[in-house]
């Protein structure tokens, strides 16, 4: 399992965004609304602290504000948007060295927790405060990119980008609605090809690549999907959670294949190997035996997604988007 704070936090976010009264259908400039205020929200939060939650709740709504983002102002039609866009993918990139060091040191405080052999702890002791002090780096790092004056205004800069577009004129509203919904259908089926596409490749090959680009499809795919549900549509609430599933499991193994080129890395130290090269020895035989057994579960796991029902209720609910979305969202909510 991965750190469950973070677990937590993902869990969190998905109840407030499943809510009963989130579930009826919603204007498109009321979900830019709440997820600018999402965002908005955990920024300070993030300059200020260090909790865990927050590190990864702020990069969950930044991919949620840039897919309804993208959605509503399409590429090449608003160079303003693409800049919005942009400032997020820095913030979340920004964070990501941060978000990798607190997952890993949970799984380091974990193992050392469990092992009993005196020389392989020590080994780990060295990987965790390597992991500890690039943490702090990690920290300065992020903070020094998340504190400009563009992530600041990000909530202005979105409520401009609508008035620009005449969102807020009850004349072109059905119009916008329409567009809205439609973009929206096309992105899935997008995504959902591209995810298909990932999902071949990295079955076929089961390369670490393939299946890491594999994990980053799924990811858009799901959080694309979210528009969908948001504006009412409930029958994704189960291939939702499905693909939630999956993403988890992607990303337990992508943590572990970085705990273990980390571990490496922190090992890599003349003095320590030739000092404790028994130690050292114990490390790497123990993350050659876990990446072996977890490309193999890796690659069951891939096998399974292909004959799921899961996937057939995936693909099920993609055809009846493809064949008749309007139908779903025939009546728009009025502002």
């Known amino acids: 399992m991965l750190n469950r704070s973070i677990d937590n ?20 400039e009321d979900l830019v609304r709440e997820r600018v205020r999402r965002f908005m929200k955990l920024l300070p939060e993030v300059l200020s602290n260090e909790r865990v939650e927050a590190i990864h709740d702020i990069r969950v709504w930044s991919r949620r504000l840039q897919q309804v983002l993208v959605t509503m102002f ?77 992530l600041f205004t990000l909530a202005q800069r979105t409520e401009d980008l609508r008035k620009r577009q005449g969102l807020d004129s009850a004349s072109n509203a059905d119009t916008a609605y329409a567009d809205f919904i439609a973009r929206v259908s096309e992105f899935i089926e997008a995504a959902y090809a591209d995810w298909r596409a990932a ?29 969908a549900r948001d504006l009412g549509d409930k029958e994704l609430l189960l291939p939702l959670e499905w693909l939630k599933q999956l993403q988890d499991s992607l990303g337990q193994w992508h943590d572990r294949a970085e705990l273990a080129r980390i571990a ?58 493809s064949s008749g979305v309007d139908s779903l969202f025939a009546n728009p909510p009025r502002p």
């Not at 936090?9 to 498109?28: D, K, N």
């Not at 997020?88 to 050392?112: K, M, P, Q, Y």
């Not at 299946?211 to 694309?224: A, D, E, S, V």
């Open 9 to 28: 936090g993902e869990a969190e976010a998905a109840r407030v965004s499943t809510s009963p009264a989130e579930l009826a259908p919603v204007q498109p």
């Open 74 to 150: 399409p590429k090449g039609q608003e160079n303003r948007a693409g800049s919005v866009v942009r400032s997020l993918r820095r913030a979340r990139r920004g964070l990501s060295g941060w978000r990798d060091c607190d997952v890993l040191i949970a799984l380091v405080d974990r193992r050392l927790r469990r092992l009993r052999e005196p020389d392989e702890q020590r080994a780990w002791r060295v990987v965790h405060d390597y992991l500890v002090k690039r943490r702090e780096k990690e920290i300065r790092r992020a903070r020094n990119k998340l504190a400009n004056r563009k």
């Open 199 to 227: 999902l071949a490749r990295a079955s076929e090959s089961g390369s670490q690549a393939d299946i890491h680009n594999f994990r980053i499809k799924t990811k858009q795919l799901r959080y694309r999907m979210e528009l």
């Open 264 to 321: 490496t890395e922190a090992i890599a130290n003349a003095d320590f190997l030739l000092n404790g090269p028994r130690p050292a020895s114990l490390l790497l035989k123990r993350l050659a035996r876990e990446l072996s057994s977890e490309a193999t579960k890796m690659k069951s796991l891939l096998t399974t997604i292909q004959g799921s029902g899961e996937l057939s209720q995936l693909e099920a609910w993609i055809a009846n988007r």
